[in-house]
C-alpha cells in the first residue's frame, strides 16, 4: 500500500484530466487556484490544504467520466472529506465536507449569491438541495467549522489566476505532510486502523 501521502498525491494528480462545468482546466488547477488565494491571505496551513481538496471526493474513482453525474455532485464533499479523514484532521476535514452546504447557505441568506453562479452551478445547486431554509441556516450555523466552510467556499467560486500564482501540487507537499504527521501524533490509534484497513 502506498503512503498515504503518495495516495493522496496521486488522487489530488488525477484531477489534470477531470473537467467539471465548474472546472473547465480541469480539476487540479481548481484546486489549485483555491489554494493560491487561500495562500494569499495566509490562510492556516489546514485551511489551505482543504482548499486545495474540496473537491477530491470527484477523483476517487474517474467512473463518472462523464463529468457530472448527479450522485456525485450531491455526495463529493462527503466523500473526499471521509476519504481524508484516515489522515488528516478535522480542521482540514470538516471544511471540505461542508463546503457544499456553505453554497446552499449562502444561497440563502442572500439571494443575488444564485446570480453570480454559472448555469451549470445552479442546476448543482438544484440537486444538492437549493437554498436553506432559515431552519437549515441557523443550524448550519452552529456548526464547529461554519466560518471555515465559508471560506473555502469564498475559494472556490474565486476566479483563476495567472499561471505563475498557482504553482504544482508539489508546493504543498510539505504542508500536507505535516498536518498528517501532527494528526498520527493526536490520533494514533486512527491512522493505525487506517494503514490496516
Ligand atoms: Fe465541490
Ligand atoms: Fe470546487
New binding site residues.
Given amino acids: 500500500m502506498s503512503s498515504p501521502i503518495e495516495a493522496i498525491f496521486a488522487t489530488i494528480r488525477r484531477g489534470g484530466a477531470k473537467r467539471?462545468p465548474?472546472?473547465p482546466d480541469g480539476?487540479l488547477r481548481?484546486?489549485l487556484v483555491?489554494a493560491a488565494h487561500a495562500r494569499a491571505v495566509e490562510a492556516s496551513p489546514a485551511l489551505i490544504a482543504a482548499a486545495l481538496m474540496?473537491?477530491i471526493g470527484?477523483l476517487l474513482d474517474l467512473d463518472d467520466a462523464d463529468g457530472f453525474d448527479d450522485d456525485r455532485d450531491v455526495e463529493h464533499a462527503m466523500l473526499g472529506a471521509g476519504w481524508l479523514a484516515l489522515w488528516l484532521p478535522d480542521s482540514v476535514t470538516r471544511p471540505i465536507a461542508l463546503?457544499v452546504d456553505a453554497k446552499r447557505y449562502l444561497a440563502g441568506k442572500d439571494p443575488a449569491f444564485t446570480d453570480t453562479l454559472t448555469p451549470m452551478s445552479r442546476a448543482s445547486l438544484a440537486l444538492q438541495g437549493g437554498a436553506h431554509s432559515a431552519t437549515q441556516a441557523a443550524a448550519f450555523e452552529r456548526e464547529a467549522f461554519f466560518a471555515d466552510a465559508l471560506r473555502v467556499r469564498e475559494w472556490?467560486?474565486a476566479p483563476d489566476l495567472p499561471d505563475a500564482r498557482i504553482g504544482s501540487p508539489e508546493d504543498y507537499r510539505t504542508l500536507i505532510e505535516v498536518l498528517i504527521e501532527d494528526d498520527k501524533r493526536s490520533t494514533p490509534d486512527r491512522q493505525q486502523l487506517a494503514c490496516r484497513g
Avoid: C, P, V
Fill in positions: 467539471l465548474e472546472a480539476l481548481h484546486g483555491a474540496h473537491d470527484h463546503h472556490d467560486d
